[in-house]
Nanobody, 125 residues
C-alpha cells in the first residue's frame, strides 16, 4: 500500500498562492495516475485535479480550472498542486491519492485510494 504525505498548506489571503506537495517516501507511484481532492467542513470530499502516470494528461474540476495546476516529478516521487488566485471557497483539507489501477486515470473518488493525512488550506477574505 502506498503511503502518501501531503504538505504545503497554510493560511493565505484571497488572491494569494500556495503550492502543495504530495510525497511517497520510499515507495514509487510512477505507474499510477495521481489525484488531488479536498474536503471542506460539513461537505463531501470532492475532486480537484488529476494527472496521468506519465504526466501527459491533466484533468481539473470546473471550480479550479485556470487557477490550479497539477504536475508531477516521478524521479522525486512527488506530485504538486500549484494554487493561484485562491478564494475563500477553496478552504478545505486537501488530500492526494494514487489511482487504483496502474496506468488508468479518472476524476471520481472511486478511481483513487490510499489517502494521505491531508493538509489544511485556509483562505481568508
Amino acid at each position: 500500500q502506498v503511503q502518501l504525505v501531503e504538505s504545503g498548506g497554510g493560511l493565505v489571503q484571497a488572491g494569494g498562492s500556495l503550492r502543495l506537495s504530495c510525497a511517497s517516501p520510499g515507495r514509487t507511484f510512477s505507474s499510477y495516475a495521481m489525484g488531488w481532492f479536498r474536503q471542506a467542513p460539513g461537505k463531501e470530499r470532492e475532486f480537484v485535479a488529476s494527472i496521468s502516470w506519465s504526466g501527459t494528461w491533466t484533468t481539473y474540476a470546473d471550480s479550479v480550472n485556470g487557477r490550479f495546476t497539477i504536475s508531477r516529478d516521478n524521479a522525486k516521487n512527488t506530485v504538486y498542486l500549484q494554487m493561484n488566485s485562491l478564494k475563500p471557497e477553496d478552504t478545505a483539507v486537501y488530500y492526494c491519492a494514487p489511482g487504483r489501477v496502474r496506468y488508468e486515470s479518472g476524476s471520481s473518488i472511486s478511481d483513487f485510494g490510499s489517502w494521505g493525512q491531508g493538509t489544511q488550506v485556509t483562505v481568508s477574505s
